[in-house]
């Protein structure tokens, strides 16, 4: 392997941007500015620029936007916080209640990942609660950004393969069902339009990958 996918960098940029969005939004308690932020008019304007065929994030993004804009942002956060410790309590954002395996199988398993990089877990979370999934990758997606930068070529390739493997045996298999169910679930819109946003994301990365892995594969 001589050489980096070329044309990557910006990929990887976006879908480390959109992974630590992610994280964000999947917190018990939702942070002020990250609110202030989504009742911005800039913020709300960016569901205007999602192109055609992306439906379910651009749908997923107005709901958002909608339950957000002109509400009290203290009392909207406490609202959002309530009803997420009640969608938590039913196991909705845990990978255990949708995979085949025990829960001790799941979890070491999953450790063998975690421990290979330092402070990627979130505090009092859940080891296979999917805000520690996406915290994963946004590590990953960072250290594949520096390796593209410093010409690394066997660090970037490790990096894919790690995230290849990682993506498909603890988000891509089971997060759209996750997302199916917390729209079933959810009372607010706010909880709704992530949940489409969420799966939206997560079908158009596995596409884009897939498409990574195709262009790897030749170039090996």
């Known amino acids: 392997m001589s050489e980096i996918l070329p044309g990557v960098y910006l990929i990887m940029r976006e879908r480390t941007y ?3 969005s992610l994280v964000e939004l999947y917190r018990p308690k939702l942070v002020k500015p990250m609110i202030e932020n989504i009742a911005q008019e800039q913020f709300q304007a960016l569901g205007e620029t999602i192109e055609k065929g992306f439906d379910s994030i651009k749908d997923g993004h107005k709901k958002i936007c909608e339950h957000v804009k002109g509400k009290n942002i203290d009392r909207l956060i406490e609202e959002l916080g309530i009803e997420y410790n009640k969608l938590h309590s039913k196991g909705i954002f845990l990978q255990r209640n949708y995979d085949q395996r025990s829960k001790e199988e799941l979890f070491f398993s999953l450790n063998k990942f975690y421990q290979q990089k330092g402070n990627v877990i979130e505090n009092n979370m859940e080891l296979d ?9 946004f590590h990953l997606l960072s250290q594949n950004r520096v390796a593209i930068i410093n010409r690394k070529v066997e660090d970037f390739y490790e990096n894919i393969k790690l995230q290849n493997e990682f993506l498909t045996n603890y988000i891509y298999n089971w997060v759209p069902i996750m997302c199916q169910r917390l729209y079933n679930e959810s009372e607010s819109e706010f909880y709704k339009g992530l949940s489409m946003l969420t799966e939206g994301f997560i079908n158009v990365d596995k596409d884009i990958f897939n498409e ?7 170039l090996i």
Request: with cysteine; proline share 0%; glycine share 0%.
């Open 212 to 218: 990574i892995i195709e262009a790897c594969r030749k």
């Open 18 to 20: 959109l992974y630590r």
């Open 129 to 137: 609660h999917f805000i520690n999934h996406c915290s994963y990758m």
